[in-house]
């Protein structure tokens, strides 16, 4: 490696930043510095030049897939690798989509890592095996819609939040109690990655359309 790269780690547990430190620096990737929050490392970046973002999805305070669609915004951006707990190849497509690099679940031995590191820097994209395994036995594509992760009955409970139906419209439609409709979109932000139902409507206005109401599914 012709140059030492600048490396910003973004990572909301220091347990987590402290070992990726670590194993990078040990094996020569040069210094790295640490952010504990998405607005803390995008002020990072504001001051820095980093070759690469090793970047986790779930911060607390911005969403990660809201982080790499901004670090994409600027002039000549850093190259993004996710290192993340969610092993659902939607999750990889939505965040390649969004312009990520790369893409490991940090159930992940140590040594891919090092090796996603080498081949993103070096202009690559690269898949941890098990993520590469999954997206292949599910054929997520570019044009795959994240509601496909959703099972019939979420897929109701979306459709109709999505369509601008209160929770207990949505209860009394699918003869839900309210507890389950609102553990119902616990699930579903969660699968989606979203945090808001104007998330939800933009995911429901960009993949199917505009919402609309069929007949609810059994269960």
């Known amino acids: 490696m012709s140059a030492t790269p600048a490396i910003l780690l973004i990572d909301d547990h220091e347990v987590v930043r402290g070992g990726c430190r670590e194993l990078l620096e040990l094996r020569r990737f040069g210094a790295c510095r640490e952010a504990g929050t998405g607005e803390a490392g995008w002020q990072m970046l504001q001051d820095s030049r980093p070759q690469l973002v090793i970047l986790d999805l779930s911060l607390p305070d911005v969403h990660g897939l809201e982080l790499i669609e901004r670090i994409r915004t600027r002039p000549r951006p850093p190259r993004v690798l996710v290192f993340t707990m969610h092993d659902d ?66 897929q109701d409970v ?34 989606l990655a979203v945090d808001s139902i104007a998330d939800m409507v933009r995911l ?16």
């Open 89 to 154: 190849p939607t999750f990889a497509a939505r965040a390649l989509r969004a312009g990520a690099a790369g893409y490991i679940t940090k159930t992940s031995p140590p040594e891919c890592l090092l090796e996603g590191v080498r081949e993103i820097l070096a202009g690559e994209t690269y898949l941890s095996p098990d993520m590469a395994e999954a997206l292949a036995v599910s054929r997520v594509s570019a044009l795959a819609s994240p509601v496909q992760a959703l099972t019939p009955r979420e």
């Open 158 to 191: 979306f459709r109709l939040v999505a369509s601008g139906h209160s929770n207990a419209t949505v209860a009394d439609t699918l003869g839900l109690s309210h507890k389950s409709v609102s553990n119902y979109l616990v699930r579903i932000k969660h699968k």
């Open 204 to 219: 429901a206005m960009r993949y199917d359309g505009t919402p609309e109401t069929g007949p609810p599914t059994t269960d």
